[in-house]
């Protein structure tokens, strides 16, 4: 399987309510990122967080990383139907280091007003 | 204004024939690649530069080929295309990071969608 999976796959809620991606990556990581696609758009990049950091915030966004287990996670608080998008976790692994980010095949978030 | 554009945003063609799609950035990055998106919207990198050097070639047929005259573009020629060529090209920039070791965050540009006939 790919290095970086998001689950959900899809995510449909109210808006209002907070919305929780998760992504698994397989190997040793320099830093992790979360990106945003709306549709027929570029990706845009959300945050990013380095291996040595556990949390982050950035407005309604948290994202959290447990490199023990793998994995991080991405809360949109209080989610608007603009944020309705398609959002990937993409991986800078410690093997490759400086050479190449790899995405996850990302989660797909519709925010319903 | 634009950071990273790309040109054409739409490409139709029909299967045999060579294209190129062309990217440039203004953001003064020294590392730029391509990315194919599928119909499932999984990202897959093809090439990657690093001020004009080719750093990343994965698995991709050698039709693709791809070229930088300077830092700021990396043009992407496909030739003799075929059917399952048709995806979304993405165009994307970013900084190296200390001694060329982690990344940055990437910028990417609004996307080629090529759709081969």
């Known amino acids: 399987s790919q290095q970086g999976e998001e689950d959900p796959q899809a995510l449909s809620i109210q808006e209002g309510e907070n919305a929780t991606m998760n992504c698994s990556y397989k190997?040793?990581?320099?830093?992790l990122q979360w990106y945003r696609q709306n549709s027929g758009r570029g990706l845009v990049h959300l945050i990013l967080i380095r291996s040595n950091e556990r949390e982050k915030h950035s407005g309604r966004l948290r994202v959290t990383l447990d490199t023990s287990k793998k994995s991080s996670s991405l809360l949109i608080t209080a989610s608007r139907a603009a944020d309705t998008a398609s959002y990937f976790c993409?991986?800078?692994?410690?093997?490759?280091?400086?050479?190449?980010?790899?995405f996850g095949e990302g989660t797909q978030l519709t925010v319903n007003p | 204004d634009t950071a990273v554009s790309q040109t054409p945003k739409y490409l139709v063609t029909q299967m045999g024939n060579d294209k190129s799609i062309k990217c440039e950035q203004n953001?003064?990055?020294?590392?730029m690649y391509w990315y194919k998106q599928d119909s499932k919207k999984f990202l897959k990198i093809m090439f990657s530069?690093?001020?004009?050097?080719?750093?990343i070639n994965e698995t991709v047929p050698n039709r693709f080929s791809p070229k930088s005259p300077d830092k700021a573009h990396l043009n992407l020629h496909i030739n003799s295309l075929e059917l399952g060529d048709s995806a979304v090209y993405f165009c994307?920039?970013?900084?190296?990071?200390?001694?060329?070791?982690?990344?940055?965050?990437?910028?990417f540009g609004p996307g080629t969608r090529l759709t081969v006939l």
């Open positions: 190997t040793s990581i320099n830093n």
């Open positions: 993409a991986t800078d692994a410690r093997e490759t280091s400086g050479s190449r980010l790899t």
């Open positions: 530069y690093n001020n004009k050097e080719l750093i």
């Open positions: 953001l003064g990055h020294d590392t």
């Open positions: 994307a920039s970013s900084r190296r990071g200390p001694g060329g070791g982690t990344y940055n965050e990437q910028f």
